[in-house]
């Protein structure tokens, strides 16, 4: 399930000093995309998972220097089961969690908001919404893009709504949408992953993460 790790951020989960975890696949194509290596199927092929019972070790061993761990990737959601199971892990192990997330999967976050095992959720809006295959590459129903807004903007966690702002992509557009649903933005710059990392390296998939 994940095939990076990066050991230490301060800037993943707001307000936290965490670590963070990238898992493989994701649903959606964009072209802009950092992570290419996580996203399409054979490039995945090409690493290798990264042992789970050493992750938990590492975070067993970090626990009194981490206070947070953020789940991203690729789209963590699509993990299902597996994902919540270990987030139920993290939190029982005295971790405050968050998940980074396209928005494609509000059957997931209604289990997720059920079984309380995010802390904060991280939503990527990606593109004004009759447009908003440019930006992922795909044709996608965009009404479950917008039940996961609705779900995690009435779930009383903290969370993030956020935009990148790509080439060609108004910003006075995108804040209507935010006003339109009810939400704030974060915009952000586009930037090469390593550099927004601000920690440690980033191990993708080498081996332990100890
Ligand atoms: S949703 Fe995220 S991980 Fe998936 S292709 Fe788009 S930018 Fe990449």
Redesign the pocket.
């Given at each position: 399930m994940f095939y990076g790790i990066q050991r230490t951020t301060f800037v993943d989960f707001p307000g936290k000093i965490a670590a963070t975890l990238f898992t493989g696949g994701?649903n959606?194509?964009?072209p802009?995309?950092?992570?290419h290596d996580?996203?399409y199927p054979e490039r995945v092929a090409r690493l290798s998972p990264l042992d789970e019972e050493d992750i938990k070790a590492f975070l067993i061993k970090r626990k009194s220097q981490l206070e947070g761990i953020c789940i991203t990737?690729?789209?963590p959601t699509l993990w299902g089961e597996r994902l919540l199971s270990f987030l139920s892990w993290l939190k029982q192990t005295g971790y405050e969690t968050k998940v980074d997330t396209?928005g494609s999967n509000p059957e997931w976050v209604e289990v997720a908001l059920k079984e309380d095992v995010v802390d904060f959720f991280a939503m990527?809006i990606k593109h004004p919404w009759e447009s908003y295959h440019e930006a992922?590459?795909i044709h996608y129903d965009i009404e479950r893009l917008k039940k996961t807004v609705s779900l995690i903007k009435e779930s009383g966690k903290p969370h993030q709504f956020r935009t990148t702002l790509i080439p060609g992509l108004s910003k006075e557009r995108m804040l209507a949408i935010a006003k339109e649903m009810d939400i704030e933005i974060t915009f952000q710059t586009y930037r090469d992953p390593f550099l927004l990392a601000g920690g440690e390296s980033l191990l993708l998939a080498e081996g332990s993460p100890a």
């Open positions: 994701c959606f194509r964009c802009w995309c950092h992570n996580l996203v990737g690729g789209e396209n990527d992922i590459g």
